[in-house]
């Protein structure tokens, strides 16, 4: 049996989003930790997406906690999965509309969201442009819905928490958005259902973050390392601050906790 697991987020962890790319330091970190302990890969995204493949080609993880904790998958194996409730997502989807703030979800087939324009504005400032194919967000409320996402600035978060205290709106690292997720749900509970899975203890376990999402599994897990290029509140959470994604940081925490 592998000793324990060592967890990762994607972006702006395993990826650098100056280059879309996962560093060589990285991918090397990665083949080295596959000896001993099982690598998972613990983000807000669906990695079962086709534009999610050659980014899960590289990492080859023995699991994935998709959306937030509320999809886990070991290998092709589909092992936990849950949806929000259909009447909690046209809530969500109303009160967006309402608010002329930008909520839904990216899909294989287009992205389904209110106020598509304010979705367009955030991406031409982050990324210089915006090829979003843009569908019907009210559709949203009979399709299967894990987690949902909010584009635009901090206080629109700020005003989607106050309005539904049953949801965690934790921000995304640049603060131009956040995740909309149900409280119960979790990467962190997503890990512990794979420590029960791979029967390992969690305080064994190693987490890497970035982001606000990645808060309560860094607090849950044994070590919980923050990148350098991690929000402040993240930081000040973890056991340990490594460098930047871009700066080998993988790689440094893993030669750091003789990991590899």
């Not at 930790?33 to 999610?52: E, G, I, P």
């Not at 635009?152 to 997720?181: H, N």
Request: aromatic share 8%; glycine share 8%; net charge negative.
């Amino acid at each position: 049996m592998k000793k324990s697991i060592v967890s990762f987020d994607l972006d702006m962890t395993l990826l650098d989003h100056a280059t879309f790319t996962i560093p060589d330091s990285a991918a090397a970190a990665l083949d080295a930790l596959r000896k001993n302990y099982y690598v998972v890969l613990a983000t807000a995204r669906d990695m079962d997406m086709s534009t999610c493949r050659e980014y899960l080609d590289c990492i080859r993880p023995d699991a994935v906690i998709h959306n937030d904790g509320t999809k886990i998958t070991v290998g092709d194996r589909l092992i936990y999965e849950t949806f929000m409730p259909k009447e909690l997502v046209l809530q969500i989807l109303e009160f967006a509309a309402r608010e002329g703030l930008s909520v839904g979800v990216p899909t294989e087939d287009g992205d389904y969201f209110t106020n598509p324009s304010g979705v367009e504005e955030i991406d031409r400032l982050r990324w210089g442009e915006s090829k979003r194919r843009f569908r019907d967000p009210w559709l949203l409320s009979e399709m299967n819905v894990r987690t949902m996402m909010y584009i635009g600035r901090p206080e629109g978060a700020e005003r989607i928490a106050a309005g539904f205290p049953q949801l965690d709106c934790p921000l995304i690292a640049s603060r131009l958005g956040c995740g909309i997720q149900e409280k119960e749900k979790s990467k962190a509970k997503g890990l512990l259902r794979l420590c029960e899975y791979f029967g390992v203890d969690i305080g064994d376990c190693y987490a890497f973050g970035d982001s606000m999402n990645d808060y309560e599994i860094i607090k849950t897990v044994g070590t919980g390392i923050a990148m350098g290029n991690a929000v402040p509140e993240l930081k000040e959470a973890a056991d340990y601050v490594t460098a930047d994604v871009g700066d080998d940081g993988v790689y440094k925490a893993c030669r750091h906790f003789g990991l590899i």
